[in-house]
């Protein structure tokens, strides 16, 4: 048996071995006007294969210029008309690549760009503006806890101690922060809490009250 890796090395991978061989097959054929008319059958098989890349700028361009360094830049036809390959040299240029940018993320769950929030929010002045920040960090913090962590349970405790450590202490949090929705400030959690007790002691609430009852269900007052 013999393994793929015996094999002579697939110059570009995308189009497979096949290709590679049919263009070294085609570069025997000694009749040029012969060998250019199969070169353009092996263009317009490549084009069927990726048929998606059509509307790519230079797309003849390229292809040609792909059957050019699979032959081994022996190819001696007739090109279309507007086509130029490129020259041997040319191909052996490689793209200049960025480097990939590396940070020292203590939470890697939160992101790299909470670090930029939390020093902004060091930088603020105390105040209303300030705790309101704070509290769309916090939450921001607890919905990618959630997300990355599905299995372990968050809460409020949690996030404040990795805020605290993100900071360095240098963020001072305050007492009734709240981390369940960023669109609700810190004045409006005491009427939110309020809310709840009433719920929770049945006024208010129409599964709870008897004067909800009373004042709103018609078979009721018919009776009395």
Not at 9 to 38: C, F, H, T, W
Not at 123 to 152: R, V
Not at 204 to 220: I, L, Q, V
């Amino acid at each position: 048996m013999e393994y793929n890796s015996q094999k002579e090395k697939l110059v570009i991978p995308e189009y497979g071995r096949n290709i590679q061989n049919i263009i070294k097959e085609g570069r025997k054929i000694e009749d040029k006007g012969m060998r250019s008319a199969y070169m353009f059958k092996v263009a317009d098989l490549i084009m069927q294969m990726h048929p998606h890349n059509k509307n790519l700028d230079d797309y003849v361009q390229k292809i040609w210029n792909h059957i050019y360094l699979l032959s081994e830049f022996d190819l001696d036809i007739n090109l279309p008309e507007g086509v130029h390959l490129k020259a041997p040299e040319e191909f052996a240029k490689k793209e200049a690549y960025l480097d990939y940018p590396v940070k020292n993320i203590k939470f890697k769950h939160y992101g790299a760009n909470i670090m930029n929030l939390i020093q902004k929010a060091v930088e603020m002045e105390d105040g209303p503006a300030k705790n309101e920040f704070i509290n769309i960090i916090g939450s921001y913090m607890k919905l990618a806890y959630k997300t990355w962590n599905k299995e372990h349970y968050v809460n409020d405790e949690l996030i404040l101690a990795d805020l605290e450590k993100l900071s360095e202490g240098k963020l001072s949090i305050p007492e009734d922060a709240y981390f369940d929705n960023p669109k609700v400030s810190f004045n409006d959690n005491s009427k939110r809490r309020k809310r709840n007790n009433q719920n929770r002691s049945g006024k208010n609430n129409r599964s709870g009250g008897g004067d909800y009852r009373k004042s709103n269900n018609r078979s009721y007052k018919r009776k009395r």
